[in-house]
């Protein structure tokens, strides 16, 4: 009796809810503000068709149109290629054997499922003790995704499709193998080799495996479920309390802050940034649930993920979430903007007092970890103006020895890394690695901005979405270094290879319409 009230009382919820949204869309369409932004919308739109602006923002250069077709670049897809072809060459000499082997039949059908495989090794991370958890586990997992794909590809006629990360994913990853080779020290790079290769590894499966709405959605459902789980886990540590840790806070600004919540990670921030990438995918897949069931599972998730990077106290993310979600708004309806910008203002005096007086020393310099970041900069300019070309070799290890040839930071100690992504990735890697990798970036926005006018409205908020998590844990590496733990760093090339795969969907369908 009880379940059926609950079950009824959600359903309400939720139509009351979808209701109060449309209620809320009709007055700002019929408003006089919105229709003058209407008209705003439609001029800028009629703009946009001839500027040149965008004409390059979305066109391709001539490096991405040339790589295909260049010897660079069919020896990169080759080489990644060479164990699917490896493996198709000993079907066809033995398929007769192969096809009656139980044992193969099964390890093809787990093999096409890799898109499924990728979404539970996402949730595994997700809610894995950071106490249990080792880096070799996402290696050999990777590794383990990657074998079974090219397993299933056996059988079949498909490949890896590398192809579609573009030049700069092949300039990047030279990069990376050099800052191994050229390292200060190959022993300590040889670990982080392996965190990047895992990445990769993860992203090529990825964006190979999913060929349907279906799989991604399946992928993303996984990913959520270990998000809510991620998020219930941290409210629960909110409730009950967790020790108050001074080196992850000033004291004197913030004397009355409870202690940060990092759930099953193990820092705040680290936890933070995963919110960051997968709440607005969250958001997406509720948006795009069919039935009352799956809106409100998502509105639950949803609610636990905001409480939950609420109680982070991670001032860096919270800024981040905010840009994800001006930006998946921009892209879906950008005339809610304004309003979304209106309501967040009022409700930030409504704030608990402890998130309040957190936001009001943002950019305060008086505080420990302004005055520390600005201190560790000053050493890193130090090393780049000795090794910004080459790099020192990859890894935080190498750089935090190098470090060790500079002058100590006000409080004797020196720098575990240099608190900025694209500065640690360049104190690497040197200049060039870092301009691949930004190139990297660049052309798969520039790529998913083309595909979003012809995407269906499911898979244009899943990109939304995806795009703004992308950017804004983009925006947090300004002021930290956020692959510091590598769980984060998987992460971060999973949701990068959910963004290649839907602009890949899109490119797919609208190949057939045509």
């Not at 260049?70 to 290629?81: C, K, P, Y």
């Not at 991370?125 to 996402?138: C, D, F, K, R, T």
Request: proline residues 2%; positive net charge; contains cysteine.
């Amino acid at each position: 009796m009880n379940g059926t009230v609950n079950v009824a009382a959600g359903s309400l919820l939720c139509r009351w809810l979808v209701s109060l949204w449309n209620t809320l869309r009709a007055t700002w369409h019929a408003s006089a503000v919105g229709g003058w932004f209407h008209r705003r919308r439609i001029d800028l739109q009629r703009a946009g068709a001839n500027s040149q602006v965008v004409d390059v923002v979305v066109r391709d250069g001539a490096m991405t149109k040339a790589w295909q077709s260049s010897l660079f670049g069919r020896l990169f897809v080759e080489l990644w290629n060479l164990p699917v072809r490896l493996l198709k060459g000993l079907y066809r000499a033995l398929s007769g054997l192969w096809d009656g082997s139980l044992a193969f039949r099964g390890l093809a059908a787990l093999g096409r499922s890799a898109a499924a495989l990728v979404g539970l090794f996402t949730l595994w991370m997700l809610v894995s003790p950071h106490e249990a958890w080792n880096n070799i586990y996402g290696f050999l997992a990777a590794v383990a995704i990657f074998a079974l794909y090219c397993v299933g590809c056996a059988d079949r006629g498909r490949s890896l499709e590398v192809g579609r990360f573009g030049p700069y994913f092949a300039f990047y990853a030279v990069f990376i193998t050099l800052g191994l080779v050229g390292s200060f020290s190959r022993s300590l790079s040889l670990r982080f080799f392996l965190f990047h290769l895992t990445c990769f590894l993860l992203a090529v499966v990825t964006v190979s495996a999913v060929r349907e709405y279906r799989q991604l959605k399946t992928l993303l459902i996984l990913a959520g479920i270990g998000l809510a789980a991620a998020s219930l886990y941290g409210c629960y540590q909110g409730y009950i309390g967790v020790e108050v840790v001074a080196s992850q806070q000033d004291m004197t600004l913030n004397k009355d802050m409870p202690g940060r919540i990092y759930s099953f990670f193990d820092n705040p921030n680290n936890f933070a940034e995963v919110l960051v990438m997968f709440f607005p995918l969250v958001g997406a897949l509720t948006l795009n649930a069919r039935g009352w069931r799956g809106r409100l599972c998502g509105l639950v998730a949803l609610g636990l993920g905001a409480a939950a990077i609420g109680m982070t106290y991670s001032r860096s993310s919270w800024l981040g979430l905010a840009l994800a979600a001006v930006i998946f708004l921009a892209l879906m309806d950008w005339r809610f903007l304004p309003a979304m910008l209106v309501v967040g203002g009022c409700a930030i005096p409504f704030l608990p007092r402890s998130i309040l007086n957190r936001i009001l020393t943002i950019g305060n310099m008086k505080d420990s970890s302004a005055r520390y970041r600005i201190a560790i900069y000053e050493d890193t300019a130090r090393l780049l103006k000795d090794y910004g070309v080459t790099g020192v070799g990859l890894g935080s290890d190498v750089t935090r020895r190098v470090f060790l040839h500079y002058p100590t930071l006000y409080d004797g100690n020196y720098p575990i890394h240099t608190h900025n992504n694209y500065l640690q990735m360049w104190a690497e890697i040197g200049i060039f690695g870092l301009l691949a990798y930004l190139g990297l970036m660049v052309v798969q926005v520039r790529e998913s901005l083309r595909a979003f006018r012809k995407a269906d409205k499911q898979l244009r908020r899943i990109l939304a979405a995806a795009l703004g998590g992308l950017v804004g844990l983009l925006a947090i590496g300004l002021v930290e270094y956020t692959w510091f733990y590598p769980r984060n760093m998987f992460l971060f090339w999973i949701l990068f290879a959910v963004i290649a795969s839907a602009v890949k969907l899109i490119e797919t369908e609208a190949g057939r319409a045509a």
